[in-house]
DNA sequence: GTCTATACGCCGATAGAC
DNA sequence: GTCTATCGGCGTATAGAC
């Protein structure tokens, strides 16, 4: 039984409603009913809804990076290690049908509302997008490996946001069979 | 010289700023503002704002209807009217590099807010699946045309949040290469 | 058909008691 | 560190004059 803080209470409880919700549309008084704690309790803990924000995609990044590292002890070969990524789409499947991908639909928002943050959101993609590039230059694919990267990023991205709109599982299966035949043209060995 | 009713320069206006805003963060005031008519004057040509959104959503679904026809007209083959549709990436470059794919970012935005105009939003897009179906159908594809046009609409998604995200013209063009490449593969003649 | 005035609630944020 | 009380502003929506 793991205790934490309010402060990480609050970071988890944002974290998902901004996701769930929307950021622009979660109020202090979503968040403080989430964590039940009082909404002014808050301004102990960050001084803005723009600090809460910092630190969930701040609490964002750090996940990614534990989850990437997992993926560096679970997989074997780059392309294996690709496919983990790729996995994502099945192990997140109930919440991108519902939800859309947390971090494509963070960013659209953050720029629709002109918000400072932006860059942060898109430093999220940065990291898989650095990731996936290193592991096709692993792969053979020195030459091109930052354009196969971001091919996989932007696939997995309309992938999500089709399957959010439609939601049809034989879609979503249809489109994960495709990627790893792809894969598999892309990087021989293995 | 057209003259627009009051009706329609709300719709125009409230278009345009859901796009380039949202939905949500968009207020009765800035489309008023956008008009040029006061706060009060709407409640005598929409009820709520969600009837204006569903205006907004039907406005958009004749556009697209619009649009198609036009490619109809100007292409005179299957092949060449779904590169119609790819070249939107192109045609729309500046907005969407700024706002995203105004169809995937509105439906994804109904969705976060478990919005009743979700379905509508959704009915946009498939517009453009039944259309580009037909295409394929019509190249010879017949068997597989539905999975066929599923898989271009989410590559422009794909395409389009990631080229709002990173805002690289290499990347975009790098993409619709390939997308023309992969389509000339999918339909030989021509 | 357009306006002003206004109702009423929720928003983010602050002050200060405990 | 948590609470209650409260502020000023903006949100949608309504009523009613012109």
Request: charged content about 25%.
């Amino acid at each position: 039984m793991t205790k934490f803080s309010t402060r990480e209470k609050i970071v988890k409880a944002a974290d998902q409603l901004f996701y769930e919700n929307g950021f622009d549309h979660t109020s202090f008084a979503d968040v403080a009913n989430g964590v039940g704690i009082s909404r002014g309790n808050f301004y102990h803990h960050f001084k803005s809804k723009n600090d809460i924000l910092g630190a969930v995609i701040e609490h964002r990044k750090q996940n990614t990076e534990k989850m990437i590292d997992g993926w560096e002890m679970d997989a074997n070969s780059p392309k294996d290690r690709i496919k983990c990524y790729i996995n994502i789409l099945v192990k997140n499947q109930t919440l991108i049908k519902e939800f859309g991908c947390p971090v494509g639909t963070l960013t659209n928002e953050m720029a629709k509302l002109k918000h400072a943050s932006a860059k942060d959101a898109t430093a999220i993609f940065s990291l898989f997008k650095s990731w996936l590039t290193k592991q096709f230059a692993e792969s053979g694919c020195q030459e091109n490996a930052d354009k196969l990267a971001m091919h996989v990023l932007s696939w997995s991205q309309g992938t999500a946001t089709m399957y959010n709109a439609f939601k049809d599982d034989d879609f979503l299966r249809n489109e994960l069979m495709q990627i790893e035949d792809w894969l598999d043209k892309q990087i021989k060995e293995n």
